[in-house]
């Protein structure tokens, strides 16, 4: 009877440590299985085991798949490839459908026409109209000038082009002709440091704004030497200073400028300088012109972009 008693005794501890840990493998079990069921848009269907003091027992629910006690490596490997097969996230579609929308955006409008006259400068770092610059030493700089002259209201009125003695004749000759073209009568030409026995500024005509000038039209150029030619427009009659002591000797040349002025009533003259030359010295000529003009017979001052040969006959920039 003691042996009996005590043998019960001992399998009573025996199957209640049995259900404790039938209990905590149901546990364990349902946790795992519970995140099968929480995927079961996945594809994959398991019937959550229910815990009682029992131990462990499965619904009677129809299931899809038999709930099967599996090691926990082969049920994440489970839950990847359950993974593999399921549809892109909403988050995911949504992302491509925005990157497919911006792609088919249009592209961005153009730059805005100025409002108002732009200042307009010519440095020796090229050309500035308002706060864009413009490098005519790029493949693209000319076809930038025009398009940004084209958003200038030149026909509003007269633009003014402030220079300094170190820009490039190129610069300065076709930010001239281009505004010329966009429909600028005339222009407004300036040099910061001129010298202060000549004009630091006066009005010039764009070479596409002509009309026929007279032939006897007087030219002046500084040569790539720094002497001086004076000649008339159809060609001839040429006269030439040599180079003075600091550059050009304007003292001569404004002599030359001066006698085919008198022999010659045309309202237009005609200056330039070899494009090696600083743009001063065209500048220069310029304003030497209409200092020699003491009648003021000369209208039209012109500057000429393409330096012409000296003596021979002049062929404007249309």
């Given at each position: 009877m003691r042996r009996t008693v005590a043998h019960e005794r001992?399998?009573?501890?025996?199957?209640?440590?049995?259900?404790?840990?039938?209990?905590?493998?149901?546990?364990?079990?349902?946790?795992?299985?519970?995140?099968?069921?929480?995927?079961?848009?996945?594809?994959?269907?398991?019937?959550?085991?229910?815990?009682?003091?029992?131990?462990?027992?499965?619904?009677?629910?129809?299931?899809r798949a038999p709930s099967i006690v599996l090691p926990g490596l082969s049920?994440?490997?489970?839950?990847?490839?359950?993974?593999?097969?399921?549809?892109?996230?909403?988050?995911?579609?949504?992302?491509?459908?925005?990157?497919?929308?911006?792609?088919?955006?249009?592209?961005?409008?153009?730059?805005?026409?100025f409002s108002v006259m732009p200042d307009m400068v010519v440095d020796e770092r090229g050309i500035g109209v308002g706060p864009e610059r413009i490098d005519l030493?790029?493949?693209d700089g000319a076809m930038k000038l025009a398009e940004t002259l084209d958003r200038v209201p030149v026909t509003s009125k007269?633009?003014?082009?402030?220079?300094?003695?170190?820009?490039?004749?190129?610069?300065?000759?076709?930010?001239?002709?281009?505004?010329?073209?966009?429909?600028?009568?005339t222009i407004l030409l300036k040099m910061d440091g001129a010298r202060t026995d000549l004009l630091g500024e006066y009005v010039i005509v764009p070479e596409g704004r002509l009309d026929k000038p007279d032939d006897c039209s007087v030219v002046v150029s500084v040569l790539e030497d720094s002497s001086t030619a004076v000649w008339a427009y159809r060609g001839g009659g040429?006269?030439?200073?040599?180079?003075?002591?600091?550059?050009?000797?304007l003292s001569v040349t404004g002599d030359n400028v001066g006698e085919q002025?008198?022999?010659c009533a045309s309202k237009t003259a005609?200056?330039?300088?070899?494009?090696?030359?600083?743009?001063?010295?065209?500048?220069?000529?310029?304003?030497?012109?209409?200092?020699?003009?003491?009648?003021?017979?000369?209208?039209?001052?012109?500057l000429l972009a393409n330096e012409p040969v000296a003596g021979q006959p002049v062929k404007l920039d249309k």
């Amino acid at each position: 009877m003691r042996r009996t008693v005590a043998h019960e005794r001992g399998s009573g501890r025996v199957f209640g440590g049995i259900l404790r840990v039938s209990s905590d493998l149901c546990r364990t079990f349902s946790y795992l299985t519970g995140t099968v069921v929480a995927g079961a848009s996945l594809g994959t269907a398991f019937t959550a085991p229910v815990c009682s003091h029992e131990g462990l027992a499965v619904s009677p629910t129809p299931m899809r798949a038999p709930s099967i006690v599996l090691p926990g490596l082969s049920l994440a490997w489970l839950v990847a490839l359950a993974a593999c097969d399921s549809k892109p996230s909403s988050s995911v579609e949504a992302s491509a459908t925005a990157t497919a929308t911006s792609a088919a955006l249009p592209e961005p409008a153009g730059k805005r026409a100025f409002s108002v006259m732009p200042d307009m400068v010519v440095d020796e770092r090229g050309i500035g109209v308002g706060p864009e610059r413009i490098d005519l030493g790029t493949s693209d700089g000319a076809m930038k000038l025009a398009e940004t002259l084209d958003r200038v209201p030149v026909t509003s009125k007269q633009p003014t082009v402030r220079t300094t003695t170190k820009a490039q004749l190129r610069d300065v000759g076709a930010l001239v002709n281009g505004l010329g073209k966009r429909g600028a009568a005339t222009i407004l030409l300036k040099m910061d440091g001129a010298r202060t026995d000549l004009l630091g500024e006066y009005v010039i005509v764009p070479e596409g704004r002509l009309d026929k000038p007279d032939d006897c039209s007087v030219v002046v150029s500084v040569l790539e030497d720094s002497s001086t030619a004076v000649w008339a427009y159809r060609g001839g009659g040429g006269k030439k200073a040599r180079k003075g002591l600091s550059g050009p000797d304007l003292s001569v040349t404004g002599d030359n400028v001066g006698e085919q002025l008198r022999s010659c009533a045309s309202k237009t003259a005609f200056f330039t300088a070899s494009p090696k030359m600083r743009w001063e010295h065209a500048f220069h000529v310029g304003a030497l012109i209409r200092k020699t003009d003491a009648k003021s017979v000369v209208e039209q001052l012109v500057l000429l972009a393409n330096e012409p040969v000296a003596g021979q006959p002049v062929k404007l920039d249309k």
